[in-house]
């Protein structure tokens, strides 16, 4: 058998896919006006988002549960976990000054 430890210090293939999509989306937006845009950013934000969302179901919440297989924390956890980034968007929300539409 032969030891792969080469592989260990490549960075995950989500991480590659993430800076090569904002490279190409970024040559795009400098090509047709100089500025990143709103929009731009929009999209940009909803792939990190994806992406993190992708990693926590695909490699934190199995691992966590092969640590607690009588799942004492994990679920109360995750609960938990929601409730605060909910909160935080309420709070936000609130916070933010109204639009007028202007």
């Excluded at 260990?8 to 937006?29: D, E, M, N, R």
């Excluded at 936000?92 to 202007?102: C, K, M, R, V, Y």
Aim: charge should be negative; charged fraction near 10%.
């Amino acid at each position: 058998m032969q030891n792969h430890d080469c592989y260990t210090s490549l960075p995950p293939p989500s991480l590659v896919h993430g800076v090569w999509i904002f490279k190409f989306y970024a040559h795009i937006v400098v090509a047709a006006g100089g500025s990143i845009s709103q929009f731009a950013y929009g999209v940009l934000f909803g792939l990190v988002a994806g992406m993190m969302v992708s990693i926590c179901i695909k490699e934190l919440l199995p691992t966590a549960m092969r640590y607690d297989p009588k799942d004492a924390i994990v679920t109360y956890s995750v609960v938990v976990g929601m409730a605060i980034m909910a909160l935080s968007l309420v709070l936000f929300a609130l916070a933010s000054p109204e639009d007028d539409g202007e």
